[in-house]
T-cell receptor
Framework: AQSVTQPDIHITVSEGASLELRCNYS??????LFWYVQSPGQGLQLLLK??????LVQGIKGFEAEFKRSQSSFNLRKPSVHWSDAAEYFC?????????FGAGTTVTVRA | DSGVTQTPKHLITATGQRVTLRCSPR?????VYWYQQSLDQGLQFLIQ???????AKGNILERFSAQQFPDLHSELNLSSLELGDSALYFC?????????????FGPGTRLTVL
């Protein structure tokens, strides 16, 4: 069975500081991995995705993620956070027929 | 704006009732997915339709059903509602039917069961 763990429920970061959100997945085959962002009152928006190839993936809004097969991880990073990055972030693994989402990490940005 | 529309935005109803949630996918997308987001269960996949046919089922209760119409819009029917069905219901759409296709999410329908 496929599953995703996001160990951090809530992260607070200062504006301009770097951000790293952790994601660990479980899936028997090569996974399709995604990061989505959900702003308050909005639906989910895709930040980036990994299928194969280069393990460092660039996404929208200055985000990047690195796939590490040995650690079953797909962590999301941003070098310098903006106040508009305050949102909830979801990691997801695409298996045979569905996406499975983690519980999400809420990011608060302080001035 | 993802291009996926959902109606209504909010729905308040009583236990035992039946409701219908509606979703219009992005133009050109053939797949429609339904998800339930609640505080205790998180974001759960319910069901997927591709070009009018049911393609995949997730944690969907027997009291819930869905369909996709020839114009590709979809409806999620929830019956014999319980308090625990209160949640945000998302519809998403994608071009293809495989999980590697990017899914575009609608703004959701917030269902409150009293």
């Amino acid at each position: 069975a496929q599953s995703v763990t996001q160990p951090d429920i809530h992260i607070t970061v200062s504006e301009g500081a770097s951000l790293e959100l952790r994601c660990n997945y479980s899936y028997g085959a090569t996974p399709y991995l995604f990061w989505y962002v959900q702003s308050p009152g909005q639906g989910l928006q895709l930040l980036l995705k990994y299928f194969s190839g280069d393990t460092l993936v660039q996404g929208i809004k200055g985000f990047e993620a690195e796939f590490k097969r040995s650690q079953s991880s797909f962590n999301l990073r941003k070098p310098s956070v903006h106040w508009s990055d305050a949102a909830e972030y979801f990691c997801a693994v695409g298996g045979d027929y569905k996406l499975s989402f983690g519980a999400g990490t809420t990011v608060t940005v302080r001035a | 704006d993802s291009g996926v529309t959902q109606t209504p935005k909010h729905l308040i109803t009583a236990t035992g009732q039946r409701v219908t949630l509606r979703c219009s996918p992005r133009s050109g997308d053939l797949s429609v997915y339904w998800y339930q987001q609640s505080l205790d269960q998180g974001l759960q996949f319910l069901i997927q339709y591709y070009n009018g046919e049911e393609r995949a089922k997730g944690n969907i209760l027997e009291r819930f059903s869905a369909q996709q119409f020839p114009d590709l819009h979809s409806e999620l029917n929830l019956s014999s509602l319980e308090l625990g069905d209160s949640a945000l219901y998302f519809c998403a759409s994608s071009v293809g039917r495989e999980t590697y296709n990017e899914q575009f999410f609608g703004p959701g329908t917030r269902l409150t069961v009293l």
